[in-house]
């Protein structure tokens, strides 16, 4: 046992001494020597304290064990001092009686705690002195073992540290193995207070804090974040929001998955313990930034951050609300939204009601869904008219441009197909009129509209021409065209960008990236696709066969938005754009996928085509190039005056039809990527809305954009929530709802049923209207109910009607139809003994 009690003040004395007695070494002193105490406690009731180890080592425990002298107000009184100074006598003299010399630092404690006791009175003053030396024990022990005296000192200084020294009254006595516990919490107590008892005229030198303690920084700048709220997680590759955050101060929580650590050296190094690392970080290790980042990450492992960048809803389980409403980038929906094709097409098909004039307004081309439930049949219907109307256009545009002949005699299509064109057009523009409510208007069969595509095909697809006929000529064809065009432009506002070829682009509903796409020129091979693929789900839009082109080559325009609150809805929309080409030249004659597509992730796979040398090798521009370009073919002003408000239009419109579907979270932004397309007459047309826009540098475009706009994101959503006088950018404010004060939607009703009173359900009368008043119920003594009373009465009504019935037949009997009557009136009375009893039975369980 003394062996053991030996271990452990050898180690608190090597302890105190590699430490030099410095008022914070206790931090790891103390769970050092309390870890060591409780594993002999199991082994040992009581502990001897060998005094040859010296008395300040003894002095801590034996303190522990005597009883704890009340202290004055004024200081300590005679009594107290007096039994201290016997007791510090009593160690002195235990210690010349030891042939082992104590420890140096010890030693010289003791010497100049002799030198003090032979000039110091029994005065008042000179007890407060002695108290400081001896009383190892008070709330101050620690601060005392550390102190040398000081002639410099004084005494006034003394004096008023006493108080703060001496013990807690309150605590209690212990016994055997909480000995030395006890007194380990002493030194404990007195730790708090260690730094204001300390004289400033210590000898012992100030140590830096994170030489004994280099984990403390970290957890110092971890706690700081914490209560900032500055930490965050990003999930992907996100560079530049990564570096936007630590820039101002925040702290990032690493993942733990082996797709969050996207590098050799992040999984390398987030393997390790913290202490390894930290042995990395005092070796000037080559990847030490990167150990200070994966220490940080792992003081935050149980923390849940303010902040979270994703590329999926993952954070929303990651970051429960029912903890803290994080920073979420992303906006969860309960229907399709804008983000996807079907979304799109319900947008399209509602955003009449949601069109404010020089605010929201879609312009989306026609899309249908090829599903079950869909819009089969109004795909149909609107791919024959087209037809018929681009048949018209072709006669028109034909003889405008003289490609080729209208009529001749080698022509295999015969006059009655144009006809059946100008007929269908009439048909749809007494429609739109209203003319179809008085009047039936006969609709075309399928066989006719088939055999007029089979024509149709002939002639704008492969090039022949009408059949000569005597009493028509080509001058009438015109003119009956162009006469119903004219007509059709007021009903038919797609009229100009459908084109004559009738076009078709078959879309997966689900897909991105320009997957699973078709281009389509006849229903057979729409049905065909579909057949051929059952797992997928379709829509189908109209083509835009007449865009504007840049040296005859397509392009379309991504441009972004930010969605940073969803209540009240606030939308913003970047300043800049940029503008990707298709790889070839454009061409209706062929439909494949680099010349229609402008997808960057399509035309990556093809080489460029031989096309005008102004076009860039990586096909893209930003803003800037497009505005110059149109300056430069006169339109300088049309960007600020078209193209931009009508895309500020349309994406405003797009998220106003599908808001009631937003999820009204708090705390929820996102980013996403528009794609428009340009008409002829420069009306920007919104094809899809992404959202998981690509935001890395895959051409010197993207490479100087993309981070750009992540960085104005953050300029955003933290700085300038935060701070409503930061600057926010590129992005500008696109529109501000009004917010919602009821989020749920949901409907309940909650309550009682309400009593008829017996005297109201009697007085009840019917009118032409069906009205029925109901007067406020009252309280009624009894436990009548009214539907019993109410049952009760209807039972007896038909029992009575039973009853004159059989007297009725009673009185019509005669011999030829005796048997009949019997057998009914047996049928007769047994109902009525029926309803006899259901009447009681009735009565009996409502207790009237």
Known sequence: MENDIKTILEELKRKLKDYKLHQDSYSDVIPTLERMVKEHMTRYEQHAIPQEYGDEYAEIFIKATEPEPEPTVSGVDDQQSKNLGDNKNNTIKSEGDKKQAPPNNVTSNNKSANGDKKSISKSSKVLSNKQTNNNNNNKDNCNATKTVKNDKIKSEEIKKSVPKMLPDKTRTQTKGPNKILSAIDTVKRSVTNSAQVRPKSSMWPTVDRNVYNPLAKYKDEVDAAIKAKKTFTVKGSFPAIRRALLRRG????????????????????????????????????????????IIRSKLLINHQVDFYWGFNYHGFRECPDKNKLTLINKIRWYSPTYTSKQGMCISSQKAFWFNIPGVAGLNHPRSYRLVKDGDVEDFVKDFNLTAAMSLLKWVQITKETGQCRIISSSGKVPIKILDFAVNECYKFIKKSVHEDIDHEIKEAVSLEWNEFLEYFYKIVHIGNHFKEESCVTEKDLVRRATFVLEKLKEYWPFLNM??????????????????????????????????????????IQKYIERPLLIYNTKFDIRQWFLISCANPLTIWIYRQCYVRFSSQTYSLRKLHESIHLTNNSIQCKYQNQTRDMNLPSFNMWDSVQFRNYLSDIGHPTVYNKIIFPGMKECITAAVLTHYENMDQRQNSFELYGADFILTEDFKPWLLEINSNPALYGSTPITARLCPRVLEDVIKVVVDFARNKESVTGGFEPLYKGTETKCQNTELKIAGKHMKIQDSEQNNIQGNEYNVVKVKSPQKKTGKVKDIGISMKKTLEDLLNLIQSERERRESLLDDETQTYTEEYVDEVTETEEIVSHDIGSFCEIIKI
């Open 250 to 293: 925040w702290i990032e929580k690493l993942g733990t998955t082996h797709r969050d650590l996207n590098t050799a050296d992040l999984r390398t190094y987030a393997s390790k313990a913290i202490v390894e690392l930290l042995d990395l970080i005092r070796q000037n290790h080559p990847e030490s930034n990167l150990c200070k980042r």
């Open 498 to 539: 459908d084109g004559v070829m009738n076009i078709w682009i078959l879309k997966p509903a689900n897909s991105c990236r320009g997957v699973g796409i078709h281009m389509c020129r006849t229903i057979k091979y729409v049905l065909d696709t579909l057949k051929n693929n059952p797992q997928r789900r379709y829509i």
